[in-house]
């Protein structure tokens, strides 16, 4: 701010020098800001600070101070109760991991059990045959098994999955081998060091029996610790964070923490003296949660193994790190007041700083287009190795087919000459892999038309009758082969025209079908036709096949993606099929949907433009329908109405809510049943439920919406059966014969 000019009563004394006049010290030139050499003239000099200021400015920050002390003694015990209950919520996610993993190896020793005990004589087996058989299954488990070893009813070693030939161990003064023995069907024990390994481990075992329910030996998987370790770590909320699973008795099972390399110096020993620097060593191994000065301790129940427990520490110090933060507020406080002294000599050194940052943006400014300029480079290059990989495929799928059309004329040739049964096995498997072949290089061939030239679609109107004609005609005999039930369902005529380019729908929703069969056998495939929305209809394929898991649904149109086919075996394709329907979707313009339930089966639906709309207020042959709803009508009853259209019923759709004293039509009235479309849940008014109640009425209402005094109530999700069958139950059916 601007100095102010001091009054004085001496005749000599001159009025001081304008700021704009001041000049820097040793410099002859005018400085950058005011100085604040005037304040050393003491009390005399109006612009000498006034000591009660300052004075009332240091009483405000002690104040501010002691108020910080304060709440940090009041906070610290809140803090330290929020600290342990997230401690608690991170045992519980360990544990619920810890449970997964344990219903994993539990649902693997299951399985192996049927399959030795469902009629093989695996006693019988020669190591090479068992170890083969547990090191298959291996290959397929969870990286949490560390060995799947089978023991004979004396309880030695017969195979093992890790090593051949199976090490030349007894474990019969095992306790899980004398539980199992003794008749229990399932155990688990440890932790104890493995005598194929050396190391601690956790033993999850299975009885083996004989056909005539003798004991026969033992299945059993030993665990590996070091994968809780692996996992707790990956979610550690700090360095100091610990973490262990114990037995009932408190053992070490498994252990995380930073400090610890390895963890067979630690594990079988009680978790009180080796976590928390043995803060808790005389506390009860059971206790849910304790607390020392310097450190919290949580421990939470695996939940299906009450054996089993995770135990996790944290430090006091990173629980308090809020209360820290504000005792550091206060000396900010303390060191601005300082600074404000020093603001002159900070403005100038920010001048300079300003100077030398301008030069830092440029250089900067400079090394990113020069990394700009290196990115599009690369970019350029991968798209060129892209199309070089592209154009690569397109050309050896191209020559390839040649030289395997002739070998399939070599092959037909072949089959009409005598050959004995066994070559004839022989020449079936050659036509088999031929023709897995063929399938896979016309998919390549196809993925590389689709990535190299530019498609436009010839788009025009047609019926999804004829579509289902051709697809029908194409896929019949395949499905035959297959034993798999393949059926249509068209649209009635007038609501089954679409506008698509037809070759290229044909041959994605080909894809599907084929891809459909392929993992239905046995079972039904059914491709229909629906309404979605007013101006577009959904083609679905659906079956009742294997389904696909969840954990791969996100990357099934990737290319080369195939579930179930880690061997990557010819006769199951190039897992090219439906990056091919992805492709022609985005081509085509086409929304696809997906929805899937192992065991249940699979839908994949593809959104086409419909020409024809619904139009409210058309009045076909039969009964109408009032629909009231607020305005503007949502996506569901926009829905709603094209459902009614395509029924054939004539729809008058007015404005909620109704004026006061309106009646709803009468049964004279041609649209004389009503849907009320309620929006928002809750019950209605008296004077609404007495005016419902005295006309036809069917009440569309929120999910789990009751109103038992009102007799037609139909909840969302709404199921058409049901909805049509009330329609017809309270007015007389279209004569347009309106299909599902």
């Not at 054996?307 to 550091?328: C, G, H, K, N, P």
């Not at 507020?329 to 300079?352: C, D, E, K, T, Y």
């Amino acid at each position: 701010m601007p100095e102010l000019l001091a009054v004085t009563t001496h005749p000599a004394a001159p009025p001081p020098a304008p700021p704009s006049e001041a000049v820097e010290p040793g410099t002859g030139t005018p400085p950058f800001f005011p100085t604040l050499s005037g304040y050393a003239g003491g009390q005399d000099d109006p612009r000498a600070p006034n000591p009660v200021l300052y004075a009332y400015g240091l009483f405000t920050v002690f104040l501010v101070l002691i108020a910080f002390v304060v709440d940090i003694l009041v906070a610290r015990d809140q803090e330290l109760k929020a600290g342990e209950q997230a401690l608690t919520q991170h045992a519980r996610l360990l544990a619920e991991h810890a449970a997964r993993s344990f219903d994993s190896v539990e649902v693997l020793l299951d399985e192996l059990n049927r399959d030795l005990s469902s009629g093989h004589r695996w006693w019988d087996w020669s190591d090479a045959r068992g170890h083969e058989f547990l090191r298959v299954r291996m290959t397929r488990t969870l990286p949490q098994i560390r060995h799947l070893i089978v023991f004979d009813d004396k309880g030695t070693q017969r195979f093992s999955g890790s090593f051949y030939p199976a090490n030349p161990i007894n474990i019969a003064d095992r306790v899980y081998f004398e539980r199992l023995k003794s008749g229990e069907a399932r155990t688990r024990y440890g932790p104890y060091i493995g005598r194929n390994s050396n190391r601690h481990t956790y033993a999850v075992a299975r009885r083996l029996e004989r056909p005539n329910r003798n004991f026969a030996g033992v299945l059993m998987a030993a665990l590996e610790p070091q994968y809780f370790e692996d996992f707790c770590w990956s979610t550690r909320p700090e360095d100091s964070f610990q973490a262990a699973l114990v037995n009932s008795a408190g053992i070490l099972v498994a252990l995380c923490r930073q400090d610890a390399e390895d963890q067979d110096e630690y594990l079988g020993r009680d978790f009180r003296e080796v976590m928390a620097d043995r803060d808790f060593r005389h506390a009860s191994p059971l206790a849910e949660t304790l607390r020392s000065e310097r450190h919290l301790l949580a421990q939470v129940e695996v939940p299906g193994y009450d054996d089993l427990r995770i135990v996790t520490v944290r430090t006091t110090e990173s629980t308090l790190r809020q209360v820290q933060v504000m005792a550091l507020v206060g000396v900010a406080a303390i060191s601005l007041l300082i600074a404000g002294l020093l603001v002159r000599r900070q403005f100038i050194g920010l001048r300079a700083l300003t100077v030398e940052l301008t030069g830092h943006r440029d250089n900067l400014a400079q090394r990113v287009r020069q990394a700009t300029r290196e990115i599009e480079t690369r970019r350029r290059d991968a798209e060129r190795a892209n199309r070089a990989k592209t154009r690569f495929l397109a050309a050896a799928s191209h020559d390839l087919r040649q030289p395997l059309h002739a070998l399939r004329m070599f092959l037909s040739d072949l089959r009409q000459t005598h050959l004995a049964p066994e070559q004839q096995a022989v020449l079936k498997r050659i036509e088999v892999a031929t023709g897995a072949m063929g399938d896979q290089l016309e998919s390549l061939l196809e993925i590389s038309r689709l990535d190299l030239t530019r498609i436009d679609p010839e788009r025009h109107t047609l019926p999804v009758s004829e579509l289902f004609t051709s697809l029908a005609a194409t896929y019949a005999p395949l499905a035959e082969a297959a034993a798999v039930a393949l059926s249509f369902h068209a649209p009635r005529r007038g609501l089954g025209l679409i506008e698509t380019d037809p070759a290229l729908l044909s041959r994605l929703l080909g894809n599907l079908i084929d891809n459909a069969i392929k993992f239905t056998p046995g079972g039904h495939v059914m491709v229909c036709a629906r309404r979605h929305g007013p101006e577009h209809l959904r083609i679905e394929v659906r079956d009742n096949g294997i389904g696909v898991p969840l954990e791969h649904q996100d990357g099934i149109f990737e290319e080369f993606y195939q579930v179930g086919n880690a061997a990557r075996q010819a006769e199951k394709g190039l897992g090219l099929g439906l990056a091919i329907v992805r492709r022609l979707s985005d081509l085509l313009g086409h929304r696809i949907r997906f929805a899937s339930r192992p065991g249940v089966g699979t839908v994949f639906g593809v959104v086409i433009p419909s020409p024809l709309r619904p139009r409210l207020g058309a009045a076909p042959r039969g009964p109408g329908v009032t629909v009231l709803s607020a305005f503007p009508p949502n996506e569901d009853e926009r829905a709603l109405l094209a459902t009614l259209t395509g029924w054939g019923y004539a729809i008058r759709h007015e404005e909620l809510p109704l004026p006061p004293g309106r009646l709803l039509p009468g049964r004279n009235d041609p649209y004389a049943v009503t849907l009320y479309c309620k929006r928002q849940p809750g019950p209605f008014a008296d004077e609404e439920t007495a005016t419902l109640l005295q006309a036809t009425v069917i009440v569309v209402a929120p999910e789990r919406d009751a109103h038992p005094a009102l007799p037609n109530v139909l909840n969302r999700p709404l199921r058409p059966a049901r909805l049509r069958a009330l329609l017809r139950s309270l007015a007389s059916h279209p004569e347009s014969g309106a299909g599902e």
